[in-house]
């Protein structure tokens, strides 16, 4: 019987990943050793049709990872503040055009709104004004926080800021 043996070789389509460098500190017995340590609103995020809402929404994509800068899940509850903008992308009023808060405090309704495929939360914020969504619009600017538990359960809130163009 022929056996054809294959060196394990650190290339395409692995299921691995080397880290350089030294890993993150994280005490052993931290309650939640892998919570959200860090969010970020992801490119992906933007205004798109919607054929589910019938109509055009922000797609926004929010990142959570752990120390160890690995993708995670995490019970929690979102806010997220629209600004027109001005080219530069700083607000052009101090006041939010639109706010929108998400409730992911429940663990089934928060796998709702994460998407196995990209691995990224996906929340459809609907009800933006034409104005927010015609070619030509104006600059939008993001302010994201996510209100989670770090990993000793204490509260924490995370942040980003993202310019959808």
Same mark, same amino acid.
């Given at each position: 019987? !022929?056996?054809?043996?294959?060196? /394990? =070789?650190? *290339?395409?389509?692995? *299921?691995? #990943? ?8 994280v005490?052993?017995g931290?309650?939640r050793?892998?919570?959200?340590a860090?969010? +970020? =609103? ?10 589910? =809402? ?9 990142? @959570?990872?752990?120390?160890y ?8 509850? %979102? ?18 055009? /639109? +706010?929108?808060r998400?409730? %992911?405090?429940?663990? *089934? ?10 691995? !990224?939360?996906? =929340?459809?914020?609907?009800? @933006?004004?034409? +104005?927010?969504?015609?070619? *030509? ?14 990993? +000793?359960? #204490?509260?924490?809130? !995370? ?5 959808? #163009?």
């Open positions: 019987m !022929l056996v054809s043996v294959l060196p /394990l =070789v650190g *290339g395409a389509g692995c *299921g691995f #990943r080397r880290v350089s460098g030294e890993p993150p500190r005490d052993p931290a309650a050793p892998f919570a959200p860090s969010m +970020s =609103v992801h490119p992906l995020t933007g205004v798109v049709d919607d054929a589910l =809402v019938g109509e055009r929404v922000l797609a926004l994509y929010v990142d @959570l990872q752990d120390a800068g690995d993708t995670v899940k995490a019970t929690g509850r %979102l806010t997220v503040l629209l600004f027109e903008a001005e080219a530069g992308g700083t607000p052009r009023t101090i006041e939010a055009a /639109l +706010s929108w998400i409730d %992911l405090t429940e663990p *089934g309704e928060n796998s709702r709104y994460f998407d196995a495929a990209t691995r !990224l939360y996906r =929340v459809s914020l609907a009800g @933006l004004p034409a +104005s927010l969504t015609s070619p *030509g619009r104006p600059p939008l600017l993001l302010r994201v926080k996510y209100e989670t538990l770090d990993r +000793s359960s #204490r509260p924490q809130t !995370l942040r980003d800021e993202h310019l959808v #163009r």
